[in-house]
């Protein structure tokens, strides 16, 4: 605690930190891996931790350099999530004896994740208080009944997380393909969905254009609703190195977060004893959902210079490249400068400031995360970004492009697999040429279609590798009410989380290797591969042993339902089980990129998959070129009296784990129930910092208008007027199922018109 502390019933305020990492980082990231994994274990573990011959991170999906590692090859994040992998703690069948559901529900979700590491198959029968330990042959057995005896296969549906390695993803979306059905929701769907729709349709590549070296080497860098310091924090490794090429960096985001102000490079001597290194140039403190107004006004302004005559345009490209620029540029010339304020919260000032900094660069990079993602109109954001790049021809050249950042370490490579409810056609046609099956054509259900689907009965059986469905998602009173309804709810996982305890009517839980451990099979001891967020594919290699000789990995448990549940199948499953390079073999023979997959990781452990735009300024799209897209800046309505909330994650969670009730760049300390709110806007509204409120958010057009968390305590924060942010997964339940993106049907965390109301009764 700082002396200047400010204690609010059980929640302690602190300073906003300026700058992230250094020694603090170092400290908290040893602090835990020793309280969890013991002071020598956890150090020999961290010392493989993103190294050629170690293991990928579990954590967020940032590249490794290429070939070329150092010794502190992960950042505290990725410490605390080995950490809580490799814990020493065990939730064994005992521990499930001892609690009941009703018991466990009462739990917060640190108090479930610090339980330790799940050891046993556990059954929940129909109607029973607690779980019990199962064989793993009865557990599959009865997933394999319960599959067989739907009226149709497209009554159950597959969930992935994005831990999920690539192995393990192409042989699942086999084996539910061959059961029947493109019923593939995954982890995707509800945070960077609205990239991939939004990039395919523009530039026709789904995924980011850049290389990490590209990023180190471009001029300006433009990071749009994003928090790297908590969510993906060596990328401020990144962003120093960019710095010292020159690069200037401009932050864009309602929080002016602390890891884009200064980083204390905890490698280094000056991060270590220094000030650090400063990197943000210009911050820009939008308003929640103002993306597209400022967007708007900063092509303009380019637009705008151009025509008077300081050649700030690509016109080349954009002739020989692009489509739609005239429609675009009459668009960005009849929008007013009052109407990108009022919208935007910015100045023209500011964004001609971030206007100047575009026209100094030849090199212009895009970075963002959920910030741009989980809106209404996120799809929007994204093509007007990538409209923003094209402008200065900053596609398809060294040092430029689109960076979409993923949160979980193979939510990208999953998708490469295969797990996705809308396949292409020309994936399908190869899987089936290969694995000579009629594989489903009609379209599955994406998570929200999920629950949906659920709720009316017509999915029946759950199964999801990984992830914690219930918590992600929002409306959690209508996702319990929808799990609740199924005949049978599984969860393949290392730890226990709430959707374990909002079930179906009988439930599974299934204990899975982690990414740390030896993954020993009939073959010998396997290699899995991820693909990070930069198109790049790497091994991964557990070094620890298993929390349990009763853990299977993800790969032996999907090939083992396979066998149980399609026994006139003629595809190998138990040899792909027993030698994962098979399943590499059917990768390279079914996507392209994956050519001599084997054979490239055996001798350099990792290679870059091809990227059209990024390597051949190729555009694969309706025009053949990269498009312009025209919109109009749609505002949410916010009335007098509400705010527009935001949810965020804090520095001591890892998407729904959260490791402690911390978030100290932010300085809260203590409690996730706080909201942050602008100290004018609390004057309006008569409140005061510390006080406890209930949360109201408003829906006029749903059945259910008004929708309700309670017990969250105040905190004056620097935020826009008009705007709010609090943690998710704590005010989830704000958000019906109906308020997602346009196109990607991603939930729209981050728009969410409030009230907040002197509290009434106990928390939720
Ligand atoms: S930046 Fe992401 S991938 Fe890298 S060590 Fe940290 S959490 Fe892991």
């Known amino acids: 605690m700082t002396k200047n502390a400010i204690h609010i019933k059980n929640v302690q305020v602190t300073e906003q930190k300026d700058w992230a990492a250094g020694v603090t980082a170092v400290m908290s990231a040893y602090k835990n891996v020793s309280a969890k994994v013991g002071p020598i274990r956890g150090t020999k573990l961290l010392a493989q931790l993103n190294q050629i011959d170690g293991f990928d991170c579990p954590g967020c999906a940032w590249p490794d350099p290429l070939l070329k590692r ?58 029973a208080s607690h779980y019990q330990a199962i064989s793993w042959l009865e557990a599959l057995s009865l997933i394999a009944e319960n599959l067989t005896k739907l009226d149709s296969p497209n009554q159950a549906a597959f969930y992935t997380s994005g831990r999920t390695s690539n192995e393990a993803a192409f042989l699942y979306q086999l084996f539910v393909r061959q059961f029947g059905t493109n019923n593939l929701p995954d982890c995707s769907n509800m945070c960077h969905e609205s990239s991939g729709v939004g990039l395919t349709e523009t530039i026709g590549v789904g995924k980011g254009t850049v290389s990490l070296h590209d990023l180190e080497h471009s001029e300006a860098i433009f990071i749009f609703g ?31 977060e602390a890891g884009l102000k200064r980083f204390k490079n905890p490698q280094e001597v000056g991060g270590v004893i220094g000030a650090g290194t400063v990197l943000r140039d210009l911050y820009l403190p939008v308003k929640i959902n103002g993306d597209v107004p400022f967007l708007k006004g900063l092509c303009k302004a380019l637009i705008e210079r151009d025509d008077a005559g300081q050649d700030v345009l690509d016109k080349e490209f954009i002739a020989e490249y692009c489509h739609g620029f005239a429609a675009f540029k009459q668009d960005m010339l009849d929008v007013s400068w009052p109407d990108i304020e009022l919208h935007s919260g910015l100045t023209q000032s500011q964004i001609n400031q971030a206007a100047d900094i575009a026209c100094t660069s030849k090199k212009t990079i895009c970075c963002w995360a959920m910030g741009m993602t989980q809106h209404k109109n996120a799809v929007v954001n994204i093509q007007l970004m990538t409209n923003f790049l094209m402008l200065q021809g900053n596609l398809g050249k060294p040092g430029a492009g689109v960076c979409p950042v993923r949160g979980h370490s193979n939510v990208q490579g999953d998708r490469t697999m295969g797990i996705w409810e809308k396949p292409s056609a020309t994936f399908l046609d190869a899987l089936q040429q290969t694995y000579d099956f009629d594989v489903p054509r009609e379209h599955g259900y994406d ?18 590798l990984g992830g914690n469905f219930y918590r992600a998602t929002p409306d959690h009173t209508a996702t319990k009410q929808a799990l609740a309804s199924c005949e049978l709810t599984v969860q393949v996982s290392t730890k226990l989380n709430q959707s374990h305890l909002y079930t179906g009517k009988s439930a599974l839980i299934l204990p899975a290797l982690g990414r740390t451990e030896i993954d020993q099979q009939l073959s010998g001891i396997q290699t899995v591969t991820v693909e990070n967020s930069m198109g790049v594919v ?77 390597d051949e300024c190729k555009f694969m799209t309706s025009s053949g070129k990269a498009n312009f897209v025209v919109h109009d800046i749609e505002s949410i309505p916010v009335p007098e009296g509400c705010l527009l909330m935001m949810t965020i994650r804090s520095h001591d969670q890892f998407n729904t784990t959260v490791y402690t009730n911390n978030d100290r760049y932010r300085g809260i300390h203590g409690s996730r129930r706080v909201i942050f709110v602008n100290v004018d806007d609390l004057e309006d509204l008569s409140l005061q910092m510390g006080q406890q409120v209930d949360i109201h958010s408003h829906w006029p057009n749903e059945k259910i208008q008004t929708r309700t968390v309670k017990g969250f305590t105040l905190v004056q924060y620097d935020i ?31 728009s969410v018109v409030i009230s907040l109301h002197k509290k009434t009764d106990k928390e939720d």
């Open 538 to 614: 790497q091994t991964s290699h557990g070094k620890i042993p298993p929390a349990s000789h009763l853990l299977k990995s993800e790969v032996a448990i999907v090939a083992d339902l396979a066998a149980l549940t399609l026994p006139e199948s003629h595809i190998s499953w138990q040899q792909m089980k027993n030698d994962y390079r098979l399943i590499r073999d059917g990768i390279a023979q079914v996507i392209p990129g994956f050519e001599n997959f084997n054979q490239r990781i055996e001798e350099l452990g990792e290679f870059e998959l091809p990227n059209a735009v990024r």
């Open 226 to 256: 994003q928090n790297p310091g908590s969510n993906h924090p060596r990328m401020l490794t990144s962003l120093q190195a960019a710095k010292r090429q020159g690069a200037k960096i401009v932050a864009i985001n309602p929080l002016d």
């Open 720 to 750: 826009p007027r008009g705007c709010a942010a609090a943690y998710y997964p704590e005010t989830n339940d704000l958000i019906p199922l109906s308020s997602v993106a346009d196109k990607s049907n991603t939930p729209a965390y981050k």
């Open 447 to 464: 998570t929200i279609e999920t629950i949906q689907a659920m709720a009316q009965g017509q999915v029946k059986v759950l199964f999801a």
């Open 70 to 127: 150092s010794t502190f090859e992960f950042c505290e994040n990725g410490a605390k999530a080995v950490a809580d992998e490799a814990t020493l703690k065990r939730a064994t069948a005992k521990f499930f004896a001892k609690h009941s559901i009703d018991d466990l529900k009462q739990k917060s979700d640190r108090w479930l994740n610090d339980q330790g590491r799940l050891v046993e198959p556990l059954y929940l029968t129909e109607g």
